[in-house]
């Protein structure tokens, strides 16, 4: 049977709470290879700049996904997309769990990143059905802390099944999560049947034509870049600086879990100080915690690792914030559903693979360099959102 539509928070909050959770293994499905990657890379003779390819797959599926999820939600409903998503992504997972050769692996790797894309808009329109318009924020921050602790548990999950199996258990244990967790979802028939809607021609090239949306997805790609891009290659790197994979793995999911609760405090200061201040100060200090971890010793590489973890998560509340200044409720769907999709595949997808080219040379540490040098230059990205926003009619303080 399913659940009532827009009940107080209280009543919606233990189907709320399901949802979170297929959003905390979609998330899963792509975090958890990166502490995996030294294992992957000497069982399967791969180069750092190999591994980080093997994310831009998953990050080129992931933005195929999320451009795909209006045309496949409006043919099967939101609810059936949902369970879509989890249901392939174990099964691609499996796949890859499987995969005997490296083109069957890689094929896989796409499936897992083109799988968990389709999910977040149909994912978003779940928990707004499950929950009344007045509790949407709380209800919606229940659902954010997948992310955040996605990136927690995924060392920690990677150590634990690597004590006593091989990197391939850790995807077949998440991919057989993934199809339980789907069919569950089906059968208790939570989210609503309404379906989505592709957006018009005449909306895309109002949007494509606006130097505010360019922008934007110039800040999402930085700021994946910067969170998940990073996240993706510090093992590697602290393995390369001398420690050890288990110590890089605690050291990583330590950092992680300082941002879990960073998260909380970042949608109160972009409150506090403003969007566009707030963001002004991401970049800033998200690229000198980049440049840090480039040319900090080795011994001082795991608090960086903190400190850059924890100011990463500014840049989403406050994003968030000023999208809603800087675009009309009509596009502002729109513009997001197309600018994450661009920043993934350059976030998630570039960002590893130039990484990993750089540490192949021997030159991790310029790599990180240059990415705190680009995070720096994203100062110029809020002085853009602002102009926009005035031309819109918003108030600059707001």
């Given at each position: 049977?399913?659940?009532?539509?827009?009940?107080?928070?209280?009543?919606?909050?233990?189907?709320?709470?399901?949802?979170?959770?297929?959003?905390?293994?979609?998330?899963?499905?792509?975090?958890?290879?990166?502490?995996?990657?030294?294992?992957?890379?000497?069982?399967?003779?791969?180069?750092?700049?190999?591994?980080?390819r093997l994310y831009l797959l998953v990050g080129g599926g992931n933005a195929l996904g999320?451009?795909?999820?209006?045309?496949?939600?409006?043919?099967?409903?939101?609810?059936?997309?949902?369970?879509?998503?989890?249901?392939?992504?174990?099964?691609?997972?499996?796949?890859?769990?499987?995969?005997?050769?490296?083109?069957?692996?890689?094929?896989?790797?796409?499936?897992?990143?083109?799988?968990?894309?389709?999910?977040?808009?149909?994912?978003?329109?779940?928990?707004?059905?499950?929950?009344?318009?007045?509790?949407?924020?709380?209800?919606?921050?229940?659902?954010?802390?997948?992310?955040?602790?996605?990136?927690?548990?995924?060392?920690?999950?990677?150590?634990?099944?690597?004590?006593?199996?091989?990197?391939?258990?850790?995807?077949?244990?998440?991919?057989?999560?993934?199809?339980?967790?789907?069919?569950?979802?089906?059968?208790?028939?939570?989210?609503?049947?309404?379906?989505?809607?592709?957006?018009?021609?005449?909306?895309?090239?109002?949007?494509?034509?606006?130097?505010?949306?360019?922008?934007?997805?110039?800040?999402?790609?930085?700021?994946?870049?910067?969170?998940?891009?990073?996240?993706?290659?510090?093992?590697?790197?602290?393995?390369?600086?001398?420690?050890?994979?288990?110590?890089?793995?605690?050291?990583?999911?330590?950092?992680?879990?300082?941002?879990?609760?960073?998260?909380?405090?970042?949608?109160?200061?972009?409150?506090?100080?403003?969007?566009?201040?707030?963001?002004?100060?991401?970049?800033?200090?998200?690229?000198?915690?980049?440049?840090?971890?480039?040319?900090?010793?080795?011994?001082?590489?795991?608090?960086?690792?903190?400190?850059?973890?924890?100011?990463?998560?500014?840049?989403?509340?406050?994003?968030?914030?000023?999208?809603?200044?800087?675009?009309?409720?009509?596009?502002?769907?729109?513009?997001?559903?197309?600018?994450?999709?661009?920043?993934?595949?350059?976030?998630?997808?570039?960002?590893?693979?130039?990484l990993g080219l750089f540490g192949d040379a021997g030159r991790f540490s310029l790599g990180?360099?240059?990415?705190?040098?680009?995070?720096?230059?994203?100062?110029?990205?809020?002085?853009?959102?602002?102009?926009?926003?005035?031309?819109?009619?918003?108030?600059?303080s707001a």
């Amino acid at each position: 049977m399913q659940p009532q539509q827009n009940q107080p928070f209280a009543v919606a909050l233990p189907a709320l709470l399901f949802v979170t959770l297929l959003f905390l293994l979609n998330f899963l499905s792509r975090t958890s290879l990166a502490p995996l990657l030294p294992a992957v890379e000497a069982d399967l003779d791969l180069s750092h700049a190999g591994a980080g390819r093997l994310y831009l797959l998953v990050g080129g599926g992931n933005a195929l996904g999320l451009l795909c999820n209006s045309a496949v939600s409006s043919l099967l409903n939101h609810r059936r997309t949902v369970a879509l998503s989890a249901l392939a992504a174990g099964l691609a997972l499996l796949g890859a769990s499987a995969a005997a050769s490296m083109p069957l692996f890689r094929l896989a790797l796409f499936g897992v990143g083109l799988a968990t894309g389709l999910y977040l808009p149909s994912g978003i329109a779940t928990v707004t059905f499950l929950a009344r318009p007045q509790d949407w924020g709380k209800a919606l921050a229940v659902h954010e802390i997948a992310p955040n602790l996605s990136y927690t548990l995924a060392p920690l999950l990677a150590e634990a099944v690597l004590r006593a199996f091989s990197w391939r258990a850790a995807l077949l244990f998440l991919g057989l999560a993934q199809l339980c967790a789907g069919l569950l979802f089906l059968l208790r028939r939570l989210g609503p049947d309404q379906h989505g809607h592709p957006p018009s021609r005449r909306a895309l090239r109002t949007l494509l034509t606006r130097p505010a949306f360019w922008a934007t997805a110039c800040a999402f790609g930085l700021a994946i870049g910067a969170s998940f891009g990073v996240f993706t290659m510090s093992t590697l790197y602290l393995v390369a600086g001398g420690l050890e994979r288990s110590r890089a793995n605690e050291f990583l999911s330590l950092a992680r879990f300082a941002a879990l609760f960073a998260a909380l405090f970042a949608g109160w200061l972009t409150d506090r100080l403003g969007a566009f201040f707030t963001l002004r100060g991401y970049f800033l200090g998200t690229g000198l915690a980049l440049l840090g971890l480039g040319l900090a010793p080795a011994a001082a590489l795991p608090a960086i690792l903190v400190l850059q973890a924890v100011l990463s998560v500014l840049f989403f509340p406050a994003c968030f914030a000023s999208l809603a200044q800087v675009f009309p409720r009509e596009m502002r769907s729109l513009a997001v559903s197309l600018a994450v999709p661009l920043g993934m595949l350059s976030g998630l997808g570039g960002v590893p693979v130039a990484l990993g080219l750089f540490g192949d040379a021997g030159r991790f540490s310029l790599g990180f360099c240059l990415l705190g040098l680009a995070l720096l230059a994203g100062l110029a990205l809020p002085p853009v959102f602002r102009a926009a926003a005035a031309l819109a009619g918003v108030d600059k303080s707001a």
